[in-house]
Nanobody, 116 residues
Framework: QVQLVESGGGLVQPGGSLRLSCAASGIIIRPYAMAWYRQAPGKQRELVAQSTSSGTTNYIDSVKGRFAISRDNGKNTVYLQMNSLKAEDTATYYC??????????WGQGTQVTVSS
């Protein structure tokens, strides 16, 4: 079964840190661009960070300098290190595997809540 499974979400105080993990099974992530999206209540899903197959990374402006996406192809896992978290980072975070031919893969999502 091909799937992405996220973990690592939770409740954290402003200024705190979390590390999200996305473990892939049934597919090898090495040739694919991997990304993290998030969706807050009442808002559209947005791309937060992306890691291409060559290792290039991209971020939305609001998380630059605070978040870092990384991938361990040996473990078939992608990570999102989130530091200096703010209330506006509160959202459900989704892992994405982008396929040029065929539908993208999505995880089930993991909730991140930043609150004091």
């Amino acid at each position: 079964q091909v799937q992405l499974v996220e973990s690592g979400g939770g409740l954290v105080q402003p200024g705190g840190s979390l590390r999200l993990s996305c473990a892939a099974s049934g597919i090898i992530i090495r040739p694919y661009a991997m990304a993290w999206y998030r969706q807050a209540p009442g808002k559209q899903r947005e791309l937060v960070a992306q890691s291409t197959s060559s290792g290039t990374t991209n971020y939305i402006d609001s998380v630059k300098g605070r978040f870092a996406i990384s991938r361990d192809n040996g473990k078939n896992t992608v990570y999102l290190q989130m530091n200096s978290l703010k209330a506006e980072d509160t959202a459900t975070y989704y892992c994405n595997l982008h396929r040029i031919f065929g539908a993208d893969l999505w995880g089930q999502g993991t909730q991140v809540t930043v609150s004091s």
